[in-house]
Nanobody
Framework: QSQVAEAGGGSVPAGGSLTRACVASGKSVNRLWMAWLRQTSGSRREGVAAMDNNGRATYSDFVKGRFTVSRDNDKHTLYLTMDRLQAAASDTYLC??????????????????????WGQGTQVAVSS
C-alpha cells in the first residue's frame, strides 16, 4: 500500500522561502500522481500544486509563479519550493498521492477528492 509523509515546513518571515518534501513509499513515483494541498482554518482543503506520473506540473492561481513543484525519482520524493511567501500562505500543507490510473486527475489535477493517500500535514507560518 502506498503512503506519503511530509518533511520540512516551519516559520519564515514574509518574503522568505521554504522547501517541503514528501516521501512516497510502497509504489514508484512513476506510478503516482502526487500533490500538495493546503488546509485552511475551516478544514477545507484546496490543491496548490500537482505532478502527474510523467512529471508534468499543474499549479493553482494562488501559487502560480511563486511555488515550484519538483520530483526526485531516485529518492521517491516530491518537493514544493515556496518563494516570496506572504502571510496569506500560512496554513497546514499536506502531501497526497493517487496510484494510477487516477482517471479523474487528468481533468481535475488539484481536486482533493481524487487523492487517496494523505500525509499528516505540517504547518507553514509566515510572519509579516
Amino acid at each position: 500500500q502506498s503512503q506519503v509523509a511530509e518533511a520540512g515546513g516551519g516559520s519564515v518571515p514574509a518574503g522568505g522561502s521554504l522547501t517541503r518534501a514528501c516521501v512516497a513509499s510502497g509504489k514508484s513515483v512513476n506510478r503516482l500522481w502526487m500533490a500538495w494541498l493546503r488546509q485552511t482554518s475551516g478544514s477545507r482543503r484546496e490543491g496548490v500544486a500537482a505532478m502527474d506520473n510523467n512529471g508534468r506540473a499543474t499549479y493553482s492561481d494562488f501559487v502560480k509563479g511563486r511555488f515550484t513543484v519538483s520530483r526526485d525519482n531516485d529518492k521517491h520524493t516530491l518537493y514544493l519550493t515556496m518563494d516570496r511567501l506572504q502571510a496569506a500562505a500560512s496554513d497546514t500543507y499536506l502531501c497526497a498521492a493517487c496510484s494510477l490510473p487516477c482517471d479523474g486527475l487528468w481533468y481535475h489535477p488539484l481536486r482533493p477528492g481524487e487523492y487517496f493517500y494523505w500525509g499528516q500535514g505540517t504547518q507553514v507560518a509566515v510572519s509579516s
